[in-house]
């Protein structure tokens, strides 16, 4: 290993060490028939539930924004809007809210929403503040995330993503159950946050005067926020909890796993008790830390503490990612290496430590190629002061920034917009859907542009969800309601009509969870590829769409355990990934069965072809009215060229189809550039299945 290099100090150096206590409340459905045990335990649970409130009071009359409760509820009793900045720690996102269900008080149904940009963030705080309030999760606190709702009929203060506030919109226009909607961690400004405030903007001026809206973050970004909302009131809570010491690197690293695993190790034989929170800027780097801290850990002197690596990222099932709340025991340190996932409104129990490679991941659109790219960049200032605020938030912290002063003062201010770099195709079809006409001149807090939005009105159409008059369909009020992108929402509706539902659900559900197929190491890859291509005989000649059915099918014939997990190392497969595409495919069909009043139980209704029977031809061409604009052309040199621009795309290595040069045409689901243009998830298909669908859509423009 490289020797350490240096860090130089700028930051706050008070030190102290608190003791950690955990509460933990029980968590259980309600039913209606109790027999005595169940009563006596209800009553000790209740009794232990207000118990851990009481001890938790404590803590939260520390908060700097707990000792201004009374101005705040003031302020927000005084104005519509009000727009809330305080630092990170200070209580925003946990006691807010909590005051403002006090003052509910129990008479009131009306309900206090409260967004997160993250399903972690969301689920993290209820869990928190339920045990505050003293109450089950689920009961008056909870959540709601996509995939995943613990809130009932009794529920009045509901964490959920700005996602989930997005769909009951969609159902109830009016957001009739809330008196009061909070969004937290606005300077995110995720497209969906953005939508939110536009759309509760339109809500004041128009059917709900009588809403509170109360905008936090905890960096400034207050007047655009303010000036949006006609000059609301600008709040700051003063204060941060715990110091938190930041230091920088003298030199640039190179690479940067290798950095943050030193970092850690560093920490370990340097500094006191307390966890380490690492961010990285994806689940290839995190999976890479992980291996090499865990084979360190064996060489580690056993007078320091054992290193317990534990990943956190969004492809994680929540079981997984649960773990890194939880305390560890013994003489260990935790040391959870996360995406951006954790790097807002999240507290991690134990974390005194942060190390910030400062990268993340971003996907950008190339509105000229009408295609997605995922790039790592620099964070933003803002990005790296939210990071720094993990640690500090139960005792003084510290952070170490793997980068060097000087390049600290060159990053951007605030992230950039969301909606300025993606295509805003689902954006679009949830204003259609909720029946806004005139989209240029909608209260945008950022308008995409006016290209941007015809280009979606444009892909809308011809994904059948408007009409010419640019008027919502059935099947664009269809596609809004799956939880899906409108491209995969449309290949699925496609599928119900021609009959292969079951087998496309089953590999939409393996797309939506990321990087189910691991990247074996070089030395394995051939053998690796040689076992996927002995269980996918069709995907070999097909694709890889057809492969993930075939993998799917082969993971769900294990009976035992132990052999399924034996298999998915043989094969470099993710067994947490399948697990979480399981899941996933069950709430697709449910959705489906909802929509189309079936039951996918029913053969007769639904064919679930298996891997021996699969109608490739009708599958791949629902995956084609889906993505027509991602298709290529092979060139007699076995290059391929969009069909959209003619620009020059090669099959990534990752393909079945990589050594394949027979493919008169490709169609993709996704497009990465790094050193050159390469297509995902790639699949063959015929030039004539390619006239049929894109003449059936030239057809229909020319109708137009
Ligand atoms: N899950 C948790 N476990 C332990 N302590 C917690 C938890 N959640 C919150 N806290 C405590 O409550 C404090 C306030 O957290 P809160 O999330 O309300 O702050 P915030 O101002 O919203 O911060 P941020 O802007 O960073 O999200 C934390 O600093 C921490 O001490």
């Not at 706050?12 to 027999?35: L, P, Q």
């Not at 689901?669 to 243009?677: L, N, P, R, S």
Request: hydrophobic share 40%.
């Amino acid at each position: 290993m490289k020797q350490q290099k240096g860090y130089s100090r700028n930051g706050n150096s008070a030190f102290k060490v608190s003791k950690t206590v955990n509460f933990r409340g029980k968590i259980g459905d309600e039913s209606d028939e109790h027999s005595d045990d169940d009563i006596v335990e209800r009553i000790q649970n209740k009794h232990r539930l207000k118990e851990c409130s009481r001890s938790l009071l404590k803590l939260r009359q520390t908060l700097p924004v707990y000792k201004s409760r009374e101005a705040i509820l003031g302020h927000i009793n005084k104005n519509s809007v009000t727009i809330l900045i305080g630092e990170t720690g200070s209580g925003k996102s946990t006691q807010i809210p909590q005051f403002l269900l006090d003052q509910l008080g129990n008479g009131n149904k009306k309900k206090i929403a409260v967004t997160q940009p993250r399903r972690v963030a969301a689920i993290n705080l209820a869990s928190r503040v339920a045990q505050e309030h003293g109450c089950r999760l689920g009961d008056r606190v909870g959540y709601s995330v996509r995939f995943d709702n613990k809130s009932g009929s009794r529920t009045r203060l509901k964490y959920l993503t700005d996602g989930m506030l997005l769909r009951e919109l969609m159902l109830n226009k009016k957001l009739s159950e809330y008196s009061h909607v909070i969004i937290d961690e606005a300077h995110e400004r995720t497209i969906l946050t953005d939508l939110i405030l536009g759309f509760l903007k339109e809500l004041l001026n128009g059917a709900r005067p009588d809403l509170k809206v109360i905008v936090m973050s905890a960096t400034l970004q207050a007047d655009k926020f303010s000036n949006f909302f006609g000059g609301a009131p600008i709040l700051f809570v003063e204060g941060r909890k715990f110091p938190v010491e930041r230091n920088c690197l003298k030199e640039p690293c190179d690479d940067i796993v290798d950095a943050v695993v030193r970092c850690c190790v560093q920490i370990n034989q340097s500094e006191q008790t307390g966890d380490i929170l690492c961010f990285l800027p994806g689940q290839e780097e995190i999976d890479k830390a992980v291996l090499v801290l865990k084979k360190i850990c064996e060489h580690l002197d056993n007078s320091m503490p054992r290193l317990v690596p534990l990943p956190l990222y969004a492809a994680l099932p929540p079981a997984e990612q649960n773990k890194v709340f939880l305390p560890i025991k013994g003489f260990k340190r935790k040391v959870v290496l996360s995406t951006n996932i954790a790097e807002t409104s999240v507290t991690i129990p134990g974390v005194k430590y942060v190390v910030d490679s400062g990268l993340r991941k971003v996907k950008v659109w190339r509105h000229q190629l009408g295609l997605a790219t995922l790039l790592t960049v620099p964070i933003s200032k803002a990005s790296a002061a939210q990071r720094t605020g993990r640690a500090g938030r139960e005792s003084a912290g510290k952070c170490f920034r793997l980068y060097r002063e000087q390049d600290f003062f060159k990053l951007p201010a605030q992230t950039e917009a969301e909606i300025a770099r993606s295509d805003v195709v689902s954006p679009v079809l949830f204003l259609k859907k909720i029946g806004v006409k005139d989209l240029v001149n909608w209260s945008w807090l950022e308008s995409p542009g006016k290209e941007a939005i015809l280009l979606a009105l444009q892909e809308l159409y011809q994904l059948g969800a408007l009409d010419d008059s640019g008027t919502i369909t059935n099947r664009g009020q269809q596609m809004a309601l799956l939880p899906l992108a409108p491209h995969l929402s449309s290949v699925l509706l496609r599928a119900h009509e021609t009959g292969c539902l079951l087998p496309v659900i089953d590999i939409v559900s393996c797309l939506t969870v990321e990087n189910l197929l691991l990247n074996p190491q070089p030395e394995q890859r051939d053998q690796v590829n040689e076992r996927r291509f002995s269980v996918a005989t069709k995907g070999a000649t097909h694709g890889d769409l057809i492969m993930l059915k075939e993998l799917y099918d082969a993971y769900g014939s294990f009976s035992d355990r132990g052999e399924q997990k034996d298999w998915c190392k043989e094969l470099c497969i993710s067994q947490r990934g399948f697990k979480n595409v399981v899941k996933v495919r069950a709430q697709l069909v449910s959705y489906m069965e909802r929509l189309f009043l079936f039951r996918a139980g029913d053969a007769a209704n639904v064919v679930n072809d298996t891997s021996d029977t699969l109608d490739v031809e009708s599958i791949l061409k629902c995956f084609l009215a889906g993505f027509v604009k991602n298709t290529a052309i092979g060139m007699p040199d076995r290059s391929f060229r969009t069909v959209t621009t003619g620009e020059p795309i090669s099959v990534h290595p990752s393909s079945m189809l990589f050594m394949d040069g027979t493919c008169p045409a490709i169609l993709y689901i996704e497009y990465v550039f790094t050193t050159k243009g390469y297509a995902r998830n790639v699949s063959r298909i015929e030039l004539s299945w390619l006239q049929e669908v894109a003449g059936l859509t030239a057809a229909k423009e020319s109708a137009r």
